[in-house]
């Protein structure tokens, strides 16, 4: 199995900075591409930003140019930079796995962590 935490979320003034993480944990082979997603209250959910294994990115108009996703796959562990942070911002962010491989079973697809709060209030 697999096992996906998040960590790093918490309060921050407008204009502030944090930084997430997502570690994975369990017997796997290798993992695709994985990415934050958001939701506020009230709202749904919402991609934030994705990488693939190979360290292509894509993000949502909302966060370019102050976020930045990136992954370290010895560490299985994919980080979301955050700055220039918003009242907007304010949601609960979760990490997602597209595609869990292993060697002696079949894939895992579509695995979430639990999330992480982040709110953006002075």
């Known amino acids: 199995q697999v096992q996906l935490v998040e960590s790093g979320g918490g309060l921050v003034q407008p204009g502030g900075s944090l930084r997430l993480a997502c570690a994975a944990s369990?017997?796997?082979?290798?993992?695709?591409?994985m990415g934050w997603y958001r939701r506020a209250p009230g709202k749904q959910r919402e991609l934030v930003a994705t990488?693939?294994?190979?360290?292509?990115?894509n993000y949502a108009d909302s966060v370019k140019g102050r976020f930045t996703i990136s992954r370290d796959n010895a560490k299985n562990t994919v980080y979301l930079q955050m700055g220039s942070l918003k009242p907007e911002d304010t949601a609960v962010y979760s990490c997602?796995?597209?595609?869990?491989?292993?060697?002696?079973?079949?894939?895992?697809?579509?695995?979430w962590g639990q999330g992480t709060q982040v709110t953006v209030s002075s």
């Open positions: 990488i693939t294994s190979g360290g292509n990115t």
């Open positions: 369990g017997s796997f082979f290798s993992i695709s591409t």
């Open positions: 997602q796995a597209d595609r869990v491989l292993f060697l002696h079973r079949g894939p895992l697809h579509d695995v």
